[in-house]
């Protein structure tokens, strides 16, 4: 395993600009999560691909996130118009399997902060 | 919604075992529990996961009651290396899918 890869590490905007976030997940996974963490809080959920298709996006912060995983490998998260109260830890997970029992492994994430 | 509850911190010497507790009291039929550990500026890190009863790998046991409601996470002879915070994760189920850590717990460990 070469481990789940964040790209970039950190990111330093000016509030109103587009951000994208790169996740690449273990090789032979089929499911891929995206969180966020803010300061002294644990990962919250945002949504999770299996393979290409994103099956749960419901807990995506607002219309200005969204995801996407186009060939099933890697992945992307857009947030569009950021705001202060983006500024948090984005961190992508990958798992085996399709059941979602398998255990979930972690990036070191990105570091948003919005200036 | 299966929600976490833990303490919010713990200080323990080093070469003690350290028991950590979590609830998850609406926890659903086909959710597992897993167990993380994580430090600053990390990513978590996968300690150990189980569904019911006794599970045990080489850092650590995990303790499951028979109603689900709650979990233990055991760390035998705890090092100062272990110092971090400590989040359970209830959810993947078949249907919904979503997952929840909760506030986790600071581990605190003293020479």
């Known amino acids: 395993d070469t481990g789940v890869s964040q790209d970039p590490r950190h990111k330093i905007t000016k509030r109103g600009q587009n951000v994208t976030f790169r996740c690449d997940p273990i090789s032979e996974h089929n499911r891929l999560y995206w969180y966020r963490q803010t300061l002294g809080q644990g990962p919250e959920f945002l949504t999770y691909f299996q393979n290409e298709a994103q099956l749960e996006k419901s807990r995506l912060l607002s219309d200005r996130f969204s995801a996407e995983r186009p060939k099933g490998s890697f992945s992307t998260l857009e947030i569009q118009r950021t705001e202060q109260g983006d500024s948090a830890m984005y961190l992508c997970?990958?798992?085996?399997?399709?059941?979602?029992?398998?255990?979930?492994?972690f990036g070191d994430g990105t570091r948003l902060s919005i200036l | 919604l299966a929600k976490t509850t833990q303490p919010i911190s713990m200080d323990s010497y080093e070469g003690q075992e350290v028991n950590i507790t979590c609830s998850h009291n609406n926890i659903a039929t086909n959710d597992y529990i897993t167990w993380y550990q994580q430090f600053p500026s990390q990513g978590p890190r996968f300690i150990i996961q189980?569904?019911?009863t006794k599970v045990t790998n080489e850092v650590a046991s995990l303790f499951i009651p028979a109603d689900r409601k709650s979990s233990t996470l055991s760390l035998p002879r705890v090092s100062l290396s272990d110092t971090a915070v400590y989040y359970c994760l209830v959810g993947g189920t078949n249907t919904g899918n979503q997952f929840y850590f909760g506030t986790g717990t600071s581990l605190t460990v003293i020479p």
């Open positions: 997970a990958s798992s085996r399997g399709s059941s979602g029992n398998q255990p979930q492994h």
């Open positions: 189980g569904y019911k």
